[in-house]
C-alpha cells in the first residue's frame, strides 16, 4: 500500500470506523433527546386543536339533538374515539353523567426508548382525579363567563402535559344545559430532558471527550495486530521461512492467524509435493533419455562406417522403445496432473459404468498378453455422472495391474455393484498380493514391485486422482500370498463443481 492513502480509504479503515462509532453512540442520546423533544413542542397546538374539534363537534349534535342528553354516552363515545380525546358532559348542576376515555400518554418511541408508566392506559384519569372539581376549575370558569375555555398545563409533577377545553351548552334562548369538557395528555418524559438539553450538551462534550479517547483506542487494539499479520505474510513473500505467522493472542485475530498459518503449511505441503512430482518425473525421464542418447552417439561415430544391420537393429529397437515409455510418460503424466487439478472444464455427463466395465474386461481378456489368465466378472447395470473417457482409463489400469500380477494360469475377478448413491467397482486376483508395508504406497507416483519395469509407475496414481476428481476413493487391500482387491468407488449423482481433496 502506497505511503499516501486516497480520502476513501479513511472511511473504510477500522481505525475510523472505530472512531465514529464511538462519536455517534456518545452523541446519539442528546440527538434523540433533541429531534423528540422539539416533535412534542409541535404536538402542543395539535392537542389544543384536537380537544376544541372534539367539544364543538359534540356541542353541534347534542344541541341538534336534545333528547341525547338523557344518554348521551353513545354520542361521547363516538366523537371521543374519533379524536382520542377524553370527553365528560356536566349537568347544569355540575354533575358527569357522561365520561369516556380514548386517550394515549404514551407513543410507540417512548415506550421504547424510556418505558411506560406503570398504568398508562390511566395516566390522564390518575392526575385528572387530583385536580379540583371540574365546575371549580379556571379552565370551567372561562367557559361560564366566556362560552369557551382553553387551556394547557403541566399535571403529575410535571411529567404530563394536559391540554383541555370546556365550553358550556347554551340554547339560543340562553338556557344552559350543560357542559362539555375535553382533555387530551401526552407524557413529558422526553419533553422534560429537552428542557434539559443545555446541561445534557455539557455532560454529552465531557462523555464525547471520553469517547473519542476509547475509540481511537479501540481502533489502535484492533488494528495494531493485523498490521503485525500483515507485515509478517509480506516476510513471507518476499522471503519463504519454515516458521509461520507469531500472533500469541486467544481471541478472533489470534483465529485468523492460526488459520493462515494452515494455509501456509498447506502450501508448503504442496509445494513440496509438487517439488517431488517433477524430481520424480525427471527421474523417469533420465533412463529413456539415456538411452536415446547413447544411440545417438553411437550412430554419430559411426557415420563414416555404417554398423552392421544387427546392430542397426539393436539401435532402432532402443530408440522405438525409449522414445515409446518416454511418450507413455509424458501422456500419464498430463492425464495424472488434470486429474489431480479436479478435470476443470471436462464435461461430466451420464455414463453407464456397467456397459463401461465390461467392455474394458472383454477387450484386455482378447489380448494376447493376457491369454492364459481367466477372467470373471459380475457387472450390474449401474450409471453414475462422470468423464466417461477418464473412467475408461482408471477401470482399464485396475485390471491390467490384476491381469499382471495374477499372470498365466492366474485369475481376476471384476464385481460391479450398486452401493447406496455410490457405485462399487472391486478387482481382485490370485497373485502374490502386496507387503503389507507397501500398501500404502500403492498409489503414489512412480512407486512400483513389478520386476522388469514394466509400465510407469503412474497407473494406480492416475485411479487415485480420476476417483477423487469424480468425488470418489480408490483402496486397496492384499494378504501378500492371497492376492490383491482394488476398490474404485464413485457417487452415482452429479459431483460438485469444485472437489476439495485432503492428502
Avoid at 492460526?258 to 503449511?265: I, V
Avoid at 518416454?326 to 456397459?355: I, P, W
Wanted: hydrophobic content about 45%.
Amino acid at each position: 500500500m502506497s505511503a499516501r492513502r486516497p480520502w476513501r480509504w479513511w472511511f473504510r479503515s477500522l481505525r475510523v470506523r472505530a472512531f465514529l462509532v464511538a462519536v455517534i453512540v456518545a452523541f446519539a442520546p442528546l440527538s434523540v433527546v433533541a429531534i423528540v423533544g422539539a416533535l412534542e413542542i409541535r404536538s402542543e397546538p395539535e392537542m389544543q386543536g384536537a380537544v376544541a374539534s372534539a367539544a364543538a363537534e359534540l356541542g353541534e349534535r347534542l344541541l341538534s339533538h336534545p333528547e341525547a342528553l338523557a344518554q348521551p354516552e353513545a354520542e361521547v363515545a363516538r366523537v371521543a374515539r374519533r379524536h382520542q380525546v377524553r370527553l365528560r358532559v356536566l349537568d347544569p348542576s355540575g354533575r358527569v353523567i357522561a365520561d369516556v376515555d380514548e386517550t394515549r400518554t404514551v407513543t410507540a418511541l417512548e415506550d421504547l426508548l424510556l418505558g411506560s408508566d406503570d398504568d398508562p392506559e390511566h395516566a390522564l384519569a390518575n392526575a385528572d382525579a387530583e385536580q379540583p372539581p371540574i365546575p371549580e376549575r379556571p379552565v370551567a370558569e372561562e367557559a361560564h363567563h366566556e362560552g369557551t375555555g382553553v387551556a394547557c398545563e403541566t399535571w403529575a409533577g410535571g411529567t404530563l402535559r394536559v391540554c383541555q377545553v370546556a365550553q358550556e351548552l347554551r340554547r339560543n334562548d340562553g338556557e344552559v344545559l350543560g357542559l362539555i369538557y375535553a382533555q387530551q395528555a401526552h407524557r413529558r418524559a422526553i419533553r422534560a430532558l429537552y428542557d434539559l438539553r443545555f446541561a445534557l450538551l455539557k455532560l454529552t462534550l465531557f462523555v464525547a471527550l471520553g469517547a473519542l479517547v476509547l475509540g481511537w483506542w479501540l481502533g489502535w487494539r484492533m488494528v495494531r495486530p493485523l498490521h503485525r499479520l500483515r507485515r509478517q505474510a509480506l516476510d513471507q513473500v518476499e522471503e519463504v521461512s519454515p516458521g509461520g505467522l507469531e500472533l500469541p493472542r486467544e481471541d478472533e485475530i489470534g483465529e485468523v492467524a492460526a488459520a493462515f498459518n494452515r494455509l501456509l503449511e498447506a502450501l508448503r505441503e504442496r509445494a513440496r509435493h509438487n517439488e517431488a512430482f517433477v524430481a520424480d518425473l525427471a527421474h523417469e525421464f533420465k533412463n529413456p533419455v539415456a538411452a536415446i542418447r547413447a544411440a545417438a552417439e553411437s550412430l554419430a561415430t559411426h557415420a563414416d562406417t555404417p554398423p552392421s544391420p544387427e546392430r542397426m537393429e539393436r539401435l532402432a529397437r532402443v530408440l522405438r522403445d525409449s522414445s515409446r515409455r518416454l511418450d507413455a510418460l509424458v501422456t500419464q503424466f498430463l492425464e495424472l496432473a488434470r486429474a489431480e487439478a479436479g478435470m476443470e472444464g471436462e464435461q461430466r455427463d451420464e455414463v453407464e459404468l456397467g456397459v463401461l466395465v465390461r467392455g474394458v474386461v472383454e477387450t484386455i481378456a482378447a489380448q494376447e498378453d493376457h491369454a492364459e489368465v481367466r477372467f470373471e466378472h459380475e457387472i450390474a447395470d449401474v450409471s453414475v455422472a462422470g468423464v466417461a473417457g477418464r473412467l475408461e482409463t482408471a477401470v482399464r489400469n485396475l485390471v491390467e495391474n490384476a491381469a499382471s500380477f495374477a499372470g498365466p494360469g492366474g485369475r481376476v475377478c471384476v464385481r460391479l455393484r450398486s452401493q447406496g448413491e455410490h457405485a462399487r467397482l472391486e478387482v481382485e486376483d490370485d497373485g502374490p498380493g502386496i507387503a503389507q508395508q507397501d500398501q500404502p504406497r500403492v498409489f503414489d507416483r512412480f512407486f512400483t514391485r513389478r520386476q522388469g519395469r514394466k509400465g510407469t509407475g503412474l497407473g494406480l496414481a492416475l485411479v487415485r486422482a480420476i476417483a477423487e476428481a469424480h468425488g470418489g476413493r480408490a483402496t486397496v487391500r492384499s494378504t501378500p500370498g492371497q492376492g490383491s482387491t482394488f476398490v474404485l468407488v464413485v457417487p452415482r449423482r452429479g459431483v460438485a463443481a469444485e472437489i476439495r481433496r485432503t492428502r
